[in-house]
């Protein structure tokens, strides 16, 4: 049974069902996420970069309470527990975790095998036991409206305090739709449950369109987290506050991403 259970859920994002979602995991799974690396789009100007930044981090798919106008970012450590019973999914898991620890310079995030010690809970479960999950952590009435406007195939949430800053954040994954998904899922509902939590149709290049699937931490989205992780963009900033020192943020940001991802000049 989760830990923590919210009587106001605050924000929530959804990747929507996948029409595969129910094929087991194979080879060609991971081949289309190589595929989507090799193909993969990484270069952006920075009125692009701005409009994804804006996108993502303002507003909120679907939200409950409380306004969505402000930055809302982790202001300490991130600590992810995994509850489940699938060893190869939790080995996946941190692989993620890894990875978005390695590509987002100012985050300290990790695994963690204690559920006292984390403020990310990820709760791996089978298909059909999603929405009986969702309704233990957000009541049968709300994961029925939940149901009815996203159709989630994982989701996630994050409560916040009065100074926009995350406290804790619940993300549920499926573990038994197959590699491609399970991956697709995890890095969305992650980074998403770290802040950037608005999806957006509008911008072709992110995982926070409901159109697009990546199964990796893709070039463009790896801006959108460091922008929102940079020191001088804090929590509780609006968008006139975030525009004044996003200039400086930027060109620290776009040194890092080239360095990270060994992009040329």
Not at 7 to 35: K, R
Not at 136 to 161: H, T, V
Not at 205 to 234: A, C, E, H
């Amino acid at each position: 049974m989760p830990r923590y259970r919210f009587p106001i859920l605050l924000v929530l994002a959804a990747a929507l069902a996948l029409t595969d979602a129910v094929m087991p995991a194979t080879a060609g799974e991971i081949a289309a996420i190589a595929s989507r690396q090799r193909h993969e789009k990484k270069v952006f100007t920075d009125t692009e970069i701005v409009e994804g930044f804006f996108k993502t981090a303002f507003g909120a798919e679907y939200h409950l309470a409380g306004r969505v106008d402000r930055i809302r970012k982790y202001d300490s450590p991130v600590r992810v527990f995994a509850d489940g019973t699938r060893a190869d999914r939790k080995a996946q898991l941190a692989k993620v975790i890894a990875d978005i620890g390695a590509k987002v310079r100012h985050l300290d995030i990790a695994m963690t095998d204690k559920n006292e010690t984390a403020n990310v809970l990820v709760k791996l479960v089978r298909d059909h036991d999603l929405y009986p999950t969702i309704a233990s952590f957000y009541g049968s009435e709300r994961a029925r409206e939940i149901k009815s406007s996203l159709d989630p195939q994982c989701l996630s949430g994050f409560r916040k305090n009065e100074s926009y800053e995350i406290q804790h954040s619940d993300v549920i994954l499926t573990v038994d739709n197959g590699d491609f998904v399970f991956l697709d899922c995890a890095y969305e509902e992650l980074l998403q449950a770290l802040g950037p939590i608005n999806d957006t149709s509008s911008v072709p290049w992110t995982m926070f369109n409901d159109s697009v699937s990546m199964g990796f931490f893709d070039v463009y989205d790896q801006y959108i987290l460091n922008l929102l992780y940079d020191p001088r963009i804090k929590a509780g900033m609006t968008v006139q506050e975030v525009r004044t020192v996003l200039p400086d943020v930027l060109a620290d940001v776009r040194a890092w991403v080239k360095q990270v991802n060994h992009l040329p000049e």
